[in-house]
Nanobody
Framework: QVQLVESGGGSVQPGGSLRLSCAVS????????MEWYRQTPGKERELVAV???????TYANSVRGRFTISRDDAKKTTYLQMNNLKPEDTAVYFC????????????WGQGTQVTVSS
């Protein structure tokens, strides 16, 4: 099994920055794709950013130019640098991905809360 632990959330004012981390552990041969999602109460989980094994990244329109996803495979950790945060970025942030030659997902972690308010 693959386990995911998100960290780095907190409360910031609009315009502030946070860096989220996602630590991957367990039965891992390869981390093919890593993704960051976010969810607010009553809404579906939203895909925010994706990074491939080769380092290519894609972003939701709402965060493009403000968020940057990166990965450190030696540490089995994926990051989400969030700059110029807005109140609408407030959510619980989760990571997941596609692992091993089966390209399966892990179970969801606890997530990390990000709150942006003045």
């Amino acid at each position: 099994q693959v386990q995911l632990v998100e960290s780095g959330g907190g409360s910031v004012q609009p315009g502030g920055s946070l860096r989220l981390s996602c630590a991957v552990s367990g039965n891992i041969d390869s981390i093919n794709v890593m993704e960051w999602y976010r969810q607010t109460p009553g809404k579906e989980r939203e895909l925010v950013a994706v990074i491939t094994l080769g380092g290519s990244s894609t972003y939701a329109n709402s965060v493009r130019g403000r968020f940057t996803i990166s990965r450190d495979d030696a540490k089995k950790t994926t990051y989400l640098q969030m700059n110029n945060l807005k109140p609408e970025d407030t959510a619980v942030y989760f990571c997941n991905g596609r692992f091993n030659n089966t390209w399966t997902r892990a179970g969801w972690g606890q997530g990390t809360q990000v709150t942006v308010s003045s």
